[in-house]
């Protein structure tokens, strides 16, 4: 599990951040983290005050690495490059969320490694880390000055004819659609960039392999930039359904084998094949070790 029950019983009165900062060797910032997503607890009742003085038995729930096996491709002093496996969370989204990247990050590089910017759960590839506090600073500058150059891989629907320049905003949360984490085109959202194009097209199962350069960092910009061009990614479940069908499985209310079958793959046909940017005067150009299109095919329901 990735996150545990620690239990210890406080016989004198001292402030809470303080007892947490003694029994879990952390410092003040994660003693009040801790606090604030309420996961301590004072004779078994939920505790949010961080500076008052408490006693008695004291319950805090706690991330414990448990590492799926998962090692960097790349790394240096301050930072390092994993590829994700597709169907792996970044980081948990729940107390009971199993294993996450967030995992290994832990397990490998201590507590102040964390990546730097995020993909979605069925995206696999590269995605950056940092291994301290000061790099994290500073490589989540680069992301969020749109400094680091971005490439994706995708196998979607139809024929991409040719180079797509995909320039529409993109809004979260439509108070008419039925799914609320999907994004929309929208006149009131947010700048969204993406250039699409074409590597193949495979005219038997009419697919095209394709490369994709987001300029912005949007959630979900590719899926729903691509959907939006009426080309969605083989394996969306999301995107490359309709509303209901979408809903019914994110409810859960629609077999693995069923959504692997409308969308035609076991998984979302993405992936982040390459990541270059410029770090203490030194430039990286870092690109995916995975045979992607051979990966996308085994699992293709062609």
């Given at each position: 599990?990735?996150y545990?029950?620690?239990?210890?019983?406080?016989?004198?009165?001292?402030?809470?951040?303080?007892?947490l900062?003694?029994?879990?060797?952390?410092?003040?910032?994660?003693?009040?983290?801790?606090?604030?997503?309420?996961?301590?607890?004072?004779?078994?009742?939920?505790?949010?005050?961080?500076?008052?003085?408490?006693?008695?038995?004291?319950?805090?729930?706690?991330?414990?690495?448990?590492?799926?096996?998962?090692?960097?491709?790349?790394?240096?002093?301050?930072?390092?490059?994993?590829?994700?496996?597709?169907?792996?969370?970044?980081?948990?989204?729940?107390?009971?969320?199993?294993?996450?990247?967030?995992?290994?990050?832990?397990?490998?590089?201590?507590?102040?490694?964390?990546?730097?910017?995020?993909?979605?759960?069925?995206?696999?590839?590269?995605?950056?880390?940092?291994?301290?506090?000061?790099?994290?600073?500073?490589?989540?500058?680069?992301f969020?000055?749109?400094?680091?150059?971005?490439?994706?891989?995708?196998?979607?629907?139809?024929?991409?004819?040719?180079?797509?320049?995909?320039?529409?905003?993109?809004?979260?949360?439509?108070?008419?659609?039925?799914?609320?984490?999907?994004?929309?085109?929208?006149?009131?959202?947010?700048?969204?960039?993406?250039?699409?194009?074409?590597?193949?097209?495979?005219?038997?199962?009419?697919?095209?392999?394709?490369?994709?350069?987001?300029?912005?960092?949007?959630?979900?910009?590719?899926?729903?930039?691509?959907?939006?061009?009426e080309?969605?990614?083989?394996g969306?479940?999301?995107?490359?359904?309709?509303?209901?069908?979408?809903?019914?499985?994110?409810?859960?209310?629609?077999?693995?084998?069923?959504g692997?079958?409308?969308?035609?793959?076991?998984?979302?046909?993405?992936?982040?094949?390459?990541?270059?940017?410029?770090y203490?005067?030194?430039?990286?150009?870092?690109r995916?070790?995975?045979?992607?299109?051979?990966?996308?095919?085994?699992?293709?329901?062609?």
């Amino acid at each position: 599990m990735a996150y545990i029950t620690k239990r210890f019983f406080q016989k004198h009165l001292k402030k809470t951040f303080k007892i947490l900062i003694d029994e879990l060797d952390i410092s003040i910032h994660e003693a009040q983290k801790i606090v604030d997503r309420k996961r301590v607890f004072l004779n078994g009742v939920l505790h949010q005050h961080k500076a008052k003085k408490i006693q008695g038995e004291i319950e805090v729930i706690v991330f414990k690495p448990n590492p799926i096996g998962l090692n960097p491709i790349f790394q240096t002093e301050d930072f390092a490059v994993f590829e994700k496996p597709s169907g792996i969370l970044v980081h948990p989204r729940k107390l009971e969320t199993v294993q996450t990247l967030n995992d290994d990050i832990k397990y490998l590089f201590g507590r102040d490694a964390n990546a730097v910017h995020r993909i979605d759960k069925g995206t696999s590839g590269l995605i950056v880390i940092s291994k301290n506090k000061r790099s994290e600073v500073e490589l989540k500058q680069l992301f969020e000055e749109r400094k680091v150059y971005k490439e994706y891989i995708a196998l979607v629907d139809g024929e991409v004819k040719e180079i797509l320049n995909i320039d529409e905003k993109l809004l979260h949360n439509l108070a008419s659609s039925k799914i609320r984490i999907k994004m929309h085109i929208h006149k009131d959202g947010k700048e969204s960039y993406s250039r699409v194009e074409p590597i193949e097209y495979d005219r038997m199962n009419g697919v095209t392999l394709v490369k994709v350069i987001p300029k912005t960092g949007r959630q979900h910009q590719i899926r729903a930039h691509l959907f939006h061009v009426e080309h969605f990614i083989i394996g969306d479940t999301l995107y490359g359904l309709d509303e209901n069908l979408a809903e019914e499985y994110l409810d859960g209310n629609m077999s693995f084998k069923r959504g692997a079958e409308l969308t035609r793959s076991k998984r979302l046909l993405l992936h982040s094949n390459r990541i270059c940017f410029e770090y203490n005067n030194i430039k990286y150009d870092i690109r995916s070790k995975i045979n992607i299109k051979k990966e996308f095919y085994e699992n293709c329901k062609f």
